[in-house]
């Protein structure tokens, strides 16, 4: 049993900084990509960022490149995402995401675990 859980999500004002972080527990070693993707009400579920576990090499959605960074410590089966310049529009519940899928980047129907999600409120 694989079992993701988020913290560090919060309320902060437009153009503060939050950073979360995801431990994997569980069936970790077959992981190929962990990442987070994020849901305002009434959207869909949209794609931030993701890590490739093999090599650290990270991707990131257009609206976030610059202002958000994932890392990831492999020792610890942990994912982190640092975001800094918040805007309000980044107000969402994050999800992180694992992959065993080589290759996966921004589909979220190729990610095989969730986390339970956290609130991210950014204030204007």
């Known amino acids: 049993q694989v079992q993701l859980v988020e913290s560090g999500g919060g309320l902060v004002q437009a153009g503060g900084s939050l950073r979360l972080s995801c431990a994997a527990s569980?069936?970790?070693?077959?992981?190929?990509?962990m990442g987070w993707f994020r849901q305002s009400p009434g959207k869909e579920r949209e794609f931030v960022a993701t890590c490739r576990w093999h090599d650290g090499s990270t991707y990131y959605a257009d609206s976030v490149k610059g202002r958000f960074t994932i890392s990831r410590d492999s020792a610890k089966n942990t994912v982190y995402l640092q975001m800094n310049s918040l805007k309000p529009e980044d107000t969402a519940v994050y999800y992180c995401?694992?992959?065993?899928?080589?290759?996966?980047?921004?589909?979220?129907?190729?990610?095989?675990?969730w986390g339970q999600g956290t609130q991210v409120t950014v204030s204007s």
């Open positions: 569980g069936r970790t070693f077959s992981y190929a990509a």
């Open positions: 995401a694992a992959s065993r899928i080589r290759g996966v980047i921004s589909n979220r129907n190729l990610y095989n675990d």
